[in-house]
């Protein structure tokens, strides 16, 4: 297994830049989630750091080897697609041992690998089958099973469980957090499924318009997102983004004079009395999920507000709701979007 390492790396596809600049290392056994609107760049630097791309300028290094124009095939790297290209006419144990027969590696050896991978996936019992007779997991766990057996230096995963239904993708994602436990290896894992980010990442790295906004544990992302963007994209529903001015006291300036945009969580938005409301707010559409209730709502000027309560509500659309916004949890951001952080606290003076 090995690190990674990308510097300065642009892509541009004719005129058009795809990728701005990316500076990221990645260490040994790192499990690292790409994530990022639709079209900003993520399957194009996966495709880069495997080598079915060239770059425009940078340079990509592995375990400290420069690969930057090393062919895909002698990067050591597997890759593992959402459409899971199995072979139709040979069985799950055939589809697997293919690629390490192509290598010239000894029988007994890519037995041994074939059973190992099988049995961390779960294919012992299917490896004489043909792909027709799998199911959707089944053949995704089969191509999961390819990468494993060749021993990659570093596992890159796009977007590998989108086409499998919600039951079967949280049953392969465990699988997945459980086989990075056993085998340790280093992976990178594109998604648009905040859960798979979440629960996989060691880090998560939020890219927009083919630049990194953040990195940082999923944690850091969702508690301190450096900016309005990471705020509004980390976390499912997303976080109510409001103007100062609506939340009483925060527009004097007394906690920060920058703040040009309150963020708070739909879970840190509270239901109140009256009297210590922060915001009235009415209630436009009610999600019961049974553990827990969505509360949409909209407030003065039309600012709409979602509302996270714990278990089951009475509440129903045209209610008129007080809310409180928890002072400990709120995000505010400056005028160009950026996270206001606290003061650095200076050494007082003792007079
Ligand atoms: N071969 C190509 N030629 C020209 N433009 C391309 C090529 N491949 C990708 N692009 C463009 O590069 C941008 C980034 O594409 P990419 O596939 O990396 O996005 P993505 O983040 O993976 O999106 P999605 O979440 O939809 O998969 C897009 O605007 C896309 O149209
Ligand atoms: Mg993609």
Redesign the pocket.
């Known amino acids: 297994m090995a690190g990674l390492e990308l510097r300065g790396i642009r892509k541009d596809?004719g005129g058009t830049a795809?990728l701005k600049g990316i500076d990221l290392s990645i260490a040994d056994g790192e499990f690292v989630v790409f994530v990022?609107p639709?079209?900003?760049?993520?399957?194009?630097l996966l495709r880069v750091i495997a080598g079915l791309e060239t770059v425009t300028a940078g340079d990509i290094h592995i375990d400290g080897t420069e690969v930057t124009r090393t062919a895909a095939s002698d990067r050591g790297l597997a890759m593992v697609f959402q459409s899971y290209a199995l072979y139709p006419h040979m069985t799950v144990s055939q589809n697997m041992s293919f690629a390490l027969e192509n290598m010239g590696i000894a029988k007994a050896e890519i037995s041994s690998r074939v059973d190992r991978a099988a049995r961390m996936l779960r294919l012992t019992d299917y490896l004489q089958r043909k792909p027709a007779a799998l199911s959707g997991g089944q053949r995704q766990r089969v191509a999961i099973g390819r990468a494993i057996v060749r021993d990659p230096k570093i596992f890159l995963f796009d977007e590998p469980l989108s086409n499998l239904d919600a039951e079967l993708r949280v049953a392969t994602r465990k699988e997945l957090a459980a086989l990075h436990a056993e085998i340790g290896g280093t992976m990178i894992y594109?998604t648009?499924d905040q859960v798979e980010a979440m629960t996989l990442a060691d880090r998560i790295v939020v890219l927009n318009g083919g630049r990194i906004e953040q990195i940082g544990t999923p944690l850091d992302l969702y508690n301190r997102p450096a900016n309005l963007f990471v705020a509004g994209f980390i976390g499912s529903p997303r976080m109510n983004l409001l103007p100062t001015e609506l939340v009483r006291g925060e527009a004097a300036g007394d906690v920060t004079g920058r703040a040009a945009t309150l963020g708070i969580r739909p879970e840190h938005v509270e239901p109140c009395q009256e009297a210590e409301a922060d915001l009235t707010v009415r209630i436009d559409l009610v999600e019961q999920l049974g553990g827990e209730t969505f509360l949409y709502a909209t407030g003065p000027n039309d600012t709409p507000l979602t509302i996270r309560c714990d278990g089951q509500s009475r509440l129903v659309r045209g209610d008129l709701l007080p809310v409180r916004f928890s002072r400990d949890h709120l995000h505010r951001f400056d005028a160009a979007g950026l996270a206001c952080r606290p003061e650095p606290l200076l050494a007082r003076s003792h007079s």
């Open positions: 596809y795809v990022g639709s079209g900003c760049g993520k399957s194009t594109v648009h």
